[in-house]
């Protein structure tokens, strides 16, 4: 069962606009998300990270948005460029400690000029 | 720094055939895990290991076998490989407690093919 869910699989976006992908949790213990961006042939890095005490997290171009009531969240990414196009993947824990994540299926973003 | 080292990156294997996946990481992290990624599946979790000597099972652990003897190194095993185990393996590591804004750190990843 698929407690993380990024229903898009892909989304095309031109350079300077904004990114938006989207996940959807359904799990209301998770107390901790990440994105992670993957580009071919490479493992998976951090991104960025938003607590669930929070409802935004900014770091450069990159914003998450936490709407718990809704069980989702949303990584912006203003403005876009051609070396953002990768999977971005989402995940969600739960406890006071890292441990295990749970990964939605990835969404594939292509930047093009 | 070398980070999160998987070793081999390629690998192709007979129906059968048995094979040890290595990860080592130069981190010092306490937690370490095995992925697997297959197309539209995402990332799915095998084994994860929170300390020396301890491994537990994630959501798809039939056919695999783990080990970590050392802090540094989380061995995967397939005994008998089969089709379904054609995948790309991501080892990944953390640290446990209150540094969770760091995430994980990834290796690079084992395309392993079965035939």
């Known amino acids: 069962d698929q407690q993380v869910k990024q229903n898009s699989p892909s989304l095309s976006v031109q350079e300077g606009r904004i990114s938006i992908l989207n996940c959807d949790y359904t799990?209301?213990?998770?107390?901790?998300f990440l994105w992670y961006k993957k580009y071919p042939a490479e493992g998976p890095t951090f991104l960025i990270s938003i607590s669930s005490i929070k409802d935004k997290n900014e770091d450069g171009r990159f914003t998450v948005f936490l709407n718990k009531s809704a069980k989702h969240l949303s990584l912006h990414i203003v403005p876009s460029q051609p070396g953002d196009s990768a999977v971005y993947f989402c995940a969600a824990k739960r406890g006071s400690t890292l441990g295990r994540l749970y990964f939605g299926r990835g969404t594939q973003l292509t930047v093009w000029p | 720094n070398a980070g999160v080292t998987q070793t081999p990156k390629f690998r192709v294997l007979k129906t059968g055939q048995s094979m040890t996946l290595l990860c080592a990481q130069d981190?010092?992290?306490?937690?370490m895990y095995w992925y697997r990624q297959d197309p539209g599946m995402g990332l799915r979790l095998i084994h994860y290991s929170v300390g020396e000597g301890t491994t537990a099972k994630g959501e798809v652990p039939d056919g695999y076998n783990v080990s970590r003897l050392k802090k540094q190194n989380f061995l995967l095993g397939l005994e008998s490989a089969a089709p379904s185990q054609t995948s790309v393996y991501f080892c990944a590591s953390s640290y446990p407690g209150p540094k969770v804004d760091l995430g994980y750190t990834f290796g690079s990843g084992t395309r392993l093919t079965v035939v």
């Open positions: 799990n209301s213990m998770f107390d901790y």
């Open positions: 981190m010092n992290h306490e937690y």
